[in-house]
């Protein structure tokens, strides 16, 4: 009967794949906040000197952001609010949409405008938009690889100060799945939290059922051995994250699973990569977190090219 009760929850799993948030309040107002940092550390005290020594002020000019590399687009919407930031004149105009795929040599967008302002935009554009892709990009491979399983793929809180709720969106746009966003969104014990109880694990769990009362909150616990796994599945969490576990023990975790809580859900993290993520997501968990995602991916290489000036 705990079979049945599994395969129902994946296939409700695969039903729902939500579409990816859009960028919303949240996002503009976090990313004004690293737009005015950006320009300020960028333009310095005086200036862009360069432009204002070369560069007619009454010229016109358009300019096009150029996938260099394929991938996945994300942050346009980051780089209109630096753009108008800089120059409230300068008009952005989107060739494509928010976490579309990206072949090497198309337009993404268009940008036009005062000239001076165009070249004072470029780079802090460029590298909202770089980062933001790159993460996209790479949270597709992920997803890609795991295709045709009901898996889902999650980023975690490795993120750089700041930019966390922009970094998630880009998640998002790639196709993942956005763990908790700050400490407040859910209860998640870790090894420090388990060390402070003297190892008690079903202590740690019954601890925060009672904390979380009524409210909305899920109670996962991250477990790195068998004893440990065995204590969290008779407690019965939301979730139990399987830390750094080969693919065998991970499939074993899964069997023990469906035979004392098959309600409870399995997430598998630590040492995530490209060449396992299959062999993971075939152990049959029902999530994979890789902090990956955020903290390493490389930005995609997007180019601000000149047409021509009016």
Known sequence: MGQKRRRKGSQRQKQIQPTPPPWGHLETQACRRLVELALAE??????????LALIDPEAEATAAFVARRAGVVAGLPGVELVCLAVDPKL???PRVEEGSSLRRGMILATLRG??????????????FLQHLSGIATLTRRFVR?????PVRIFDTRKTLPGWRVLQKYAVRMGGGYNHRLSLSDGILIKDNHLAALGGQVQRAIELAQRHRGNAELP???EVENWEDL???LAARPDIILLDNMDVALIRRAVRRRQQIAPEVQLEASGGVTLANVRDIARTGVDRISIGALT???PALDIALDYAHTL
Do not use: M
């Open 42 to 51: 960028d333009i310095g005290p005086t200036g862009d000197c360069t432009s």
């Open 91 to 93: 008009i952005l105009s």
């Open 114 to 127: 005062p000239l001076r302002s165009i070249l004072k935009a470029e780079r802090t554009a460029l590298n």
């Open 145 to 149: 690889r795991i295709q045709g399983t």
């Open 219 to 221: 109670v996962e616990i």
């Open 230 to 232: 065995e204590q969290a």
């Open 295 to 297: 903290h390493s991916a």
